[in-house]
Every structure is written in structure tokens, then in C-alpha cells.
């Protein structure tokens, strides 16, 4: 079973930057394309950034398009995203998972954008 380890998330103001890290474990990572899914209070889990097996393609949420950069290390079985112009809609908790999501979650790191 695959095992997502996130970190980087913090309390930032409006504006800006944060750069979260997923490291992943007991699993072939180049396998599979890879996803950052963002879950706000009392809000469901959704995608905001897919990238694909070899990292060539990648894809965005309409609300975080032109911010946010996700990037993967094949070698490193690490998945990144650089989050810029940090927005308060911006906040809850940061969760990476295979796309489509196969494997149970990780706990997240959450992310707190102060107003």
C-alpha cells in the first residue's frame, strides 16, 4: 500500500508563496501520474494540480491557473507544488495522491492564508 507523506504548509498572508512537498514510499511513483487535491473547511477533497508520468504534461484548477507550478522527482518518488499570490480561499488542508486517487491518503499539511 502506498504511503504520501505531505509538508511545507504553513500560515502565510495574502499574497504570498509556499512550496509543498509529497514524498511518497511503496511505490513505484514513475508509474503513475500524480495530483495535489486541496480540501477547504467543510468542503469536499478536489484537484487542483495534475502532472503526468514523465512530468511533461501538467494541468490546473481554473482558481489556482497561472499561481501554482506542480512539479515531480521520478528519482526522488518526491511531488511538488509551488504555490504563489496566495488568496484566504486558498486555505485548508493539501493532500497528494496518484490520478486518479488508488491509495489510501496521507494526513496533508495544511496551508492558512491570513487575509
Known amino acids: 500500500q502506498a504511503h504520501f507523506v505531505e509538508s511545507g504548509g504553513d500560515l502565510v498572508q495574502a499574497g504570498g508563496s509556499l512550496r509543498l512537498s509529497c514524498v511518497v514510499s511503496r511505490l513505484s511513483m514513475s508509474s503513475y501520474a500524480m495530483s495535489w487535491y486541496h480540501q477547504g473547511p467543510g468542503k469536499d477533497r478536489e484537484l487542483v494540480a495534475r502532472?503526468?508520468?514523465?512530468?511533461?504534461?501538467?494541468d490546473y484548477h481554473d482558481s489556482v491557473e497561472g499561481r501554482w507550478s506542480v512539479s515531480r522527482d521520478n528519482a526522488e518518488n518526491t511531488v511538488y507544488l509551488e504555490m504563489n499570490q496566495l488568496q484566504p480561499a486558498d486555505t485548508g488542508v493539501y493532500f497528494c495522491?496518484?490520478?486518479?486517487?488508488?491509495?489510501?491518503w496521507g494526513r496533508g499539511t495544511q496551508v492558512t492564508v491570513s487575509s
Open positions: 502532472i503526468s508520468l514523465g512530468g511533461g504534461i501538467t
Open positions: 495522491n496518484t490520478d486518479p486517487p488508488l491509495f489510501d
